[in-house]
């Protein structure tokens, strides 16, 4: 059985701009709640459960009360980090390995003391290698998609083997030295 609230309002609303992603978002999970209760009969008490569920779920804690026991250091969880990311950026889209990663590295960094600056520039360097690197490789098929037939994809995989290369170095240079990317924002204090 379809279900027309939920793709045509939700989809439709973001591409007509009628509303934002966060309304359209509300909407479908809406949508879903009313779904799960018309076809599985989905209980107060059920409903209960999964929000307490959700609600006491502390993996984002517990990891950074795992790192601040292990004693990795500063550099031992940057290295997770770089590791984490650049297996996802293989598979994943930028997006989906923030709302992945972030609310489980986030209290990691903040139990070694890292400045959140720093953090989040290496991390966007971490997704943009992920962006270069196949079998996702979406800057790769875009760049296919604009010279058609005319480049084989892996002439273009082959070139990005460069810009993954300067990329990689960007990431040593910060990690080495995190002045780098601390330097502006300091002087916007």
Same mark, same amino acid.
């Given at each position: ?92 889209? #930028?997006?989906?390995? !923030? *709302?992945?990663? @972030? ?8 139990? &070694?003391? =890292?400045?959140? /600056? ?33 480049? #084989?994809?892996?002439? !273009? *995989?082959?070139? @990005? ?8 170095? &960007?990431? =040593?240079?910060? /990690? ?14």
């Amino acid at each position: 059985m379809a279900y027309p609230c939920v793709h045509p309002r939700v989809i439709g609303g973001i591409y007509s701009g009628l509303t934002i992603a966060t309304e359209a978002a509300a909407f479908g999970a809406s949508c879903a709640l009313v779904i799960a209760w018309l076809r599985s009969g989905l209980t107060a008490e059920d409903f209960h459960q999964s929000i307490v569920d959700t609600l006491h779920s502390g993996l984002p804690q517990f990891m950074g009360g795992l790192v601040a026991t292990m004693d990795l250091g500063l550099y031992g969880v940057i290295f997770f980090m770089v590791i984490i990311y650049l297996i996802l950026g293989c598979f994943l889209d #930028p997006i989906g390995i !923030i *709302l992945i990663t @972030l609310p489980i590295l986030l209290p990691m960094w903040k139990a &070694v003391g =890292a400045d959140m /600056i720093w953090m989040g520039m290496l991390v966007v360097m971490l997704l943009e290698i992920g962006l270069l690197t196949p079998p996702v490789g979406l800057n790769a098929f875009a760049v296919k998609t604009v010279v058609g037939d005319a480049v #084989p994809l892996s002439t !273009i *995989l082959r070139g @990005l083997i460069w810009f993954i290369a300067v990329d990689v170095i &960007v990431v =040593a240079l910060l /990690i080495a030295f995190p002045e780098i990317s601390l330097y502006l924002p300091g002087k916007l204090e």
